[in-house]
C-alpha cells in the first residue's frame, strides 16, 4: 500500500482535492486496495457530523443541499456533500447535474462534492456510501450532508451512517402522506417541507407534525421546517434545527451509544464478508458443495443437511 499509494495519501493528508477524488474511485472500485487505504485513513476519522437528505423524487433536494452547502460555508464550516444518485432519468448522469446545479460549490475548496451512481438500485456501490462517507470524514470534512432518491434500501443505509436523517416532502405529495412508506417517515429525525412556496405548505406542515407526535421516540420530537429551496428560505432554520439534533444527540448519550453500535455492527459485518469469501474460494468447498447438489437432487441428503455439512467442514478444516 505504502509505495503505490503514499503519494496520494500524503497530498490527501496536505488537503488536496484530487488526491481525496482519487482516493475515492479506488476505495469505490478496488476492495482489497480500498480497504487498506480506509484502514490507514481510520485515525482521522469519526469527527465530521453526518446529515442524511431523503425524500421523493423531484422534492428539491439538491436544490437544498446547495444552499445548505453554502449556508455551512457562511457559518465557517468545511463540506463534502454526497450524492446518492439512482440510475434516474432525472439528472441525465449525477456528476453532470451536480457540476451544472451547485457551481459556486464546484469551484470552493472547503467543498468536496462526490456523486455516486448506484447503477440500477441495490447494486454493490450503494453498498460503500458509508466508505465514501468515511473518506470525507478523514479528509477534515466538519459537515457531510448525504443525498438520496427515498425509494429503497440505500437510504436505509445513509440512515445507519448519518447522525441526523432529514425527510424532504413537498405539498404536491400532501394527500400521499398516508401513503408514503412508512419507512420515510420513520427515519426521519427532521422533516422539511420544500416548495413551501406553493400552496398546502402549511397543511402538511400540520399533517408532518401530528404524525410525528404519534411516533415513539427516544426523547426527540422531530421538527418540521418550511423551506423554499430555490431562495434558500428556511435553510439557517433547518441548519438550526439540525444542531440542535447534535446537542440532543450527545447530551442524551445517544452519539456515543450508537457510535459503538455502529462499529460492533461493522466489524461483524466486515468480518462476515471476510468469512464468506474465505469459505467460499476454497477449492475443496466447490468441490464438496458440487457433491452435495448432487447428492441432494438425486434425493440422498437435504438442501438442510447439506448446509450444515459445508459448515461443519469449513470450521473442522480450519
Ligand atoms: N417552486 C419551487 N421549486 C423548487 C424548490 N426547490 C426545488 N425546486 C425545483 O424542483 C425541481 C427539482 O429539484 P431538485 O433539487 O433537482 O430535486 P431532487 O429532489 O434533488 O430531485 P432528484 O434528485 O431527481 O430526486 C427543480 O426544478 C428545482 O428548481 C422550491 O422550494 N420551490
Ligand atoms: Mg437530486
Not at 183 to 194: A, Q
Not at 251 to 257: F, N, P
Not at 258 to 287: F, K, N, Y
Request: aromatic letters at 4%; a negative charge; charged letters at 25%.
Amino acid at each position: 500500500l505504502e509505495s503505490t499509494f503514499s503519494g496520494l495519501l500524503t497530498e490527501f493528508r496536505a488537503g488536496s482535492k484530487r488526491a481525496c477524488a482519487r482516493l475515492l474511485s479506488v476505495v469505490e472500485n478496488e476492495p482489497d486496495a480500498g480497504t487498506a487505504i480506509l484502514d490507514e485513513l481510520y485515525p482521522l476519522m469519526d469527527r465530521a457530523y453526518r446529515v442524511g437528505i431523503t425524500g421523493p423524487p423531484g422534492a428539491g433536494k439538491s436544490t437544498l443541499v446547495e444552499k445548505m452547502g453554502r449556508e455551512c460555508r457562511n457559518r465557517g464550516k468545511t463540506v463534502g456533500i454526497v450524492a446518492v444518485d439512482p440510475t434516474s432519468p432525472f439528472s441525465g448522469g449525477a456528476l453532470l447535474g451536480d457540476r451544472v446545479r451547485m457551481p459556486s460549490l464546484f469551484t470552493d475548496p472547503g467543498v468536496f462534492i462526490r456523486s455516486m451512481a448506484t447503477r440500477g438500485g441495490l447494486g454493490g456501490l450503494a453498498a460503500r456510501t458509508k466508505e465514501v462517507c468515511d473518506v470525507l470524514d478523514a479528509f477534515g470534512r466538519d459537515i457531510i450532508i448525504i443525498e438520496t432518491v427515498g425509494v429503497g434500501q440505500v437510504e436505509l443505509d445513509v440512515a445507519a451512517t448519518a447522525q441526523s436523517t432529514v425527510v424532504v416532502l413537498v405539498p404536491e405529495s400532501g394527500d400521499s402522506i398516508q401513503t408514503m412508506k412508512a419507512g420515510l417517515m420513520e427515519i426521519g429525525e427532521l422533516f422539511c417541507v420544500n416548495k413551501s412556496d406553493r400552496d398546502g405548505a402549511d397543511r402538511l406542515v400540520m399533517e408532518v407534525e401530528t404524525m410525528v407526535e404519534m411516533k415513539k421516540g427516544d426523547g426527540w420530537m422531530p421538527p418540521v421546517v418550511k423551506t423554499v429551496a430555490t431562495n434558500g428560505k428556511g435553510v439557517p432554520e433547518l441548519l438550526d434545527r439540525l444542531e440542535e439534533h447534535r446537542r440532543f444527540l450527545e447530551a442524551s448519550g445517544l452519539l456515543t451509544s450508537r457510535r459503538r453500535e455502529s462499529i460492533r455492527d461493522e466489524i461483524v459485518e466486515l468480518a462476515d464478508d471476510w468469512l464468506r469469501r474465505e469459505v467460499w474460494q476454497r477449492p475443496e468447498v466447490a468441490a464438496q458443495l458440487a457433491a452435495l447438489v448432487e447428492q441432494t437432487f438425486a434425493g440422498r441428503t437435504t438442501p438442510y443437511k447439506a448446509a450444515e455439512a459445508i459448515v461443519k467442514q469449513a470450521v473442522a478444516s480450519r
